[in-house]
């Protein structure tokens, strides 16, 4: 399973709800996990592998344990705002100050189909809420603050040239 890398247009999609929690999505989410550890992240959403479900991996505190699969998640609470630095798997070395909600209420299914309400703040909130972006298309440069944004722009570019030379067709 590779981590699709910006400007790939997959990334721009929004991802289709799971219908059921079957094998196939079971085999999914463990490839997900490993996917996600072996890159150092602490969340990997499915459209970043290419995959137009809305299944989420994280592990904020990078233990292994406990609830870190979740299927059809969704904000049905925001409060607060903050502004932190963060990153992106599908944007190897660039990072920038994004404006987020404080804390968020998060509902969404385990692998075993039961329904969970997450209360999250600080990073945990943050996560949350850059995953169900790329479920919805939003990448966290459509996010980012200006400054960031000024900063970053020599970068952002050259993330373009580099998937055009390796996407050129003739
Ligand atoms: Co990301």
């Known amino acids: 399973m590779e981590v699709l890398i910006y400007p790939n247009p997959i990334l721009k999609c929004k991802a289709k709800s799971v219908?059921?929690?079957?094998?196939?999505i079971c085999q999914i989410a463990e490839a997900m996990l490993d996917t996600m550890y072996d890159a150092c992240g602490i969340g990997l959403a499915a459209t970043q592998v290419g995959l137009s479900k809305r299944l989420v991996v994280?592990?904020?505190?990078?233990?292994?344990?406990?609830?870190?699969?979740?299927?059809?998640?969704?904000?049905v609470e925001?409060?607060?705002?903050?502004?932190?630095?963060?990153?992106?798997?599908s944007f190897p070395g660039l990072s920038?100050?994004?404006?987020?909600?404080?804390s968020v209420t998060v509902i969404a299914f385990?692998?075993?189909?039961?329904k969970l309400k997450i209360e999250?703040?600080?990073?945990?909130s943050r996560a949350w809420q850059h995953e169900i972006d790329h479920l919805n298309g939003?990448?966290?440069i459509d996010k980012m603050t200006p400054a960031s944004m000024i900063a970053n722009k020599q970068k952002i570019k050259e993330f373009?040239?580099?998937?055009?030379?390796?996407?050129a067709s003739f």
């Open 110 to 114: 385990n692998l075993r189909g039961e």
């Open 160 to 167: 373009e040239l580099v998937y055009h030379d390796n996407n």
């Open 78 to 89: 925001e409060q607060g705002e903050a502004i932190e630095e963060e990153g992106c798997l």
């Open 96 to 102: 920038g100050k994004v404006m987020r909600s404080q």
């Open 58 to 75: 994280l592990d904020v505190a990078g233990k292994k344990t406990g609830e870190r699969v979740f299927v059809n998640p969704y904000i």
């Open 19 to 24: 219908e059921e929690i079957d094998e196939e």
């Open 120 to 124: 999250a703040e600080g990073l945990l």
């Open 138 to 140: 939003i990448l966290f």
